[in-house]
């Protein structure tokens, strides 16, 4: 007896608001009010300043990556932290690496705003290109010319993340400091009022120049909250799962990936560079093709 | 088990706020060196150098620690003229920063 291949059914085209109510218009709505939320945290601790009676939290105690920096001196000096770190950025880094543990890198995906500003970033790129179709055809022949190059560095700086994570919590439990916070791109937007240069600043110019042409630049290669949330992420229940009956090969999903995964080829997608944003869900055509699944940890197949 | 992708983003949510609110529920949060977890003004005290904070200033370490403000100056290379009411998070730079204060103060009071 032969097994009969059902073809999947394509999705139903969705207008007017129905076409707005998606996961990815949620997801948005979800990175906006965290970006907000950090940016008035931001604007009040300008604002009020250091010799304010009133507490104004800076918007560096919300850093979960301080979290993990200040670990180690918190636990070994008696609850003390490192410099520019308080107990809420441990509360917020455990938040991240139990959301990790359970829901793979969702806090990149849905929460992290620098994330977000990289996606609005790469949005307003592919904007242009499809207003301005020269700019198109240059970026199109320059992205064709160097694929085999691009595609080589791409392999391995993904591994750069995790020395700077290496470097970054050693750093902090051996010195005492945050030996990273002059080289973050976050600390140097949101200290961006201090008006002080840090190599941070630089990196963030790279992060967002670099934005309009490849998707999240800085996730993909150094974060190190994305690495330590990643790696956790693997012992997690969920996962993507494409169904190779139903799948037609499109490569729609993998066109879609902010994190460059080659989604299409994959059975599942356990990827640590996944952040689990699910436009590769949203964006698939076909019925059952590429689904959330939850099921025992390590033995997605 | 199939997931819902709203389902899955609304879960994300319950389970990074909850754990936040959660922590914060049981008095475990603080966002700033000026209280402690149970909202308590936190002071320098000069049995111990921990206590110093970024946002106290170098008059307030200099009274506590009975170390004369030129001293410190001197002893971290910042100019002279600065003023006694900076706060010392503003005097970070290549050859100053807390940890470095807290270990100069800890190693002045030994005899």
């Known amino acids: 007896m032969t097994s009969q291949v059902v073809p999947s059914k394509v999705k139903p085209r969705l207008k007017g608001?129905?076409?707005?109510?998606?996961?990815?218009?949620?997801?948005?709505?979800?990175?906006?009010?965290f970006a907000a939320f950090i940016l008035y945290i931001t604007l009040v601790h300008v604002w009020a300043g250091e010799a304010s009676t009133n507490l104004t939290a800076s918007p560096e105690a919300f850093c979960p990556f301080g979290g993990l920096e200040t670990f180690y001196k918190y636990i070994t000096s008696a609850g003390t932290y490192v410099p520019h770190t308080h107990l809420s950025n441990?509360?917020?880094?455990?938040?991240?690496?139990?959301?990790?543990?359970?829901?793979?890198?969702?806090?990149?995906?849905?929460?992290?705003?620098?994330?977000?500003?990289?996606?609005?970033?790469?949005?307003?790129?592919?904007?242009?290109?499809?207003?301005?179709?020269?700019?198109?055809?240059?970026?199109?022949?320059?992205?064709?010319?160097?694929?085999?190059?691009?595609?080589?560095?791409?392999?391995?700086?993904?591994?750069?993340?995790?020395?700077?994570?290496?470097w970054a919590v050693t750093g902090?439990?051996?010195?005492?400091?945050?030996?990273?916070?002059?080289?973050?791109?976050?600390?140097?937007?949101?200290?961006?009022?201090?008006?002080?240069?840090?190599?941070?600043?630089?990196?963030?110019?790279?992060?967002?120049?670099?934005?309009?042409?490849?998707e999240r630049p800085w996730c993909r290669y150094a974060c190190p909250l994305g690495a330590a949330s990643g790696l956790l992420g693997k012992l997690s229940p969920v996962y993507l799962k494409r169904e190779a009956d139903a799948c037609t090969n499109c490569k729609i999903c993998t066109n879609a990936c902010p994190m460059g995964l080659n989604v299409h080829t994959a059975t599942t997608i356990t990827s640590v560079d996944c952040i689990s944003c699910l436009e590769c869900v949203g964006e698939c055509p076909r019925e059952g093709a590429l689904e959330v699944k939850i099921g025992l940890p390590l033995m997605a197949k | 088990m199939k997931i819902n992708p709203f389902v899955y983003g609304t879960v994300v949510l319950v389970i990074f706020l909850g754990v936040i609110f959660g922590f914060q529920g049981a008095g475990v949060w603080s966002t700033s060196g000026k209280v402690d977890g149970a909202g308590k003004g936190i002071q320098p005290s000069a049995a111990d150098v921990n206590t110093i904070k970024g946002w106290m200033t170098l008059e307030q370490v200099s009274t506590t620690f009975n170390a004369p403000v030129a001293e410190i100056l001197s002893a971290f290379n910042l100019p002279a003229d600065t003023p006694p009411s900076t706060a010392l998070k503003d005097l970070e730079s290549d050859t100053f920063d807390i940890t470095g204060l807290r270990t100069w103060l800890q190693n002045r009071k030994k005899p």
């Open chain 1, 90 to 166: 441990l509360v917020v880094a455990a938040g991240v690496l139990i959301l990790a543990l359970l829901m793979r890198s969702a806090f990149c995906g849905w929460i992290c705003p620098l994330g977000f500003i990289q996606d609005i970033i790469h949005g307003f790129s592919a904007w242009l290109q499809k207003r301005f179709v020269p700019l198109r055809k240059v970026l199109r022949t320059i992205s064709q010319r160097g694929q085999p190059v691009w595609a080589f560095l791409d392999k391995y700086l993904r591994f750069v993340k995790y020395g700077v994570l290496i």
């Open chain 1, 172 to 214: 902090a439990a051996i010195y005492g400091v945050m030996v990273f916070k002059d080289y973050d791109p976050w600390s140097a937007l949101i200290n961006m009022a201090e008006w002080v240069f840090t190599p941070g600043l630089v990196v963030l110019g790279l992060t967002l120049v670099g934005s309009l042409f490849v």
């Open chain 1, 17 to 33: 608001l129905k076409a707005l109510l998606t996961h990815q218009t949620f997801r948005r709505v979800v990175q906006l009010t």
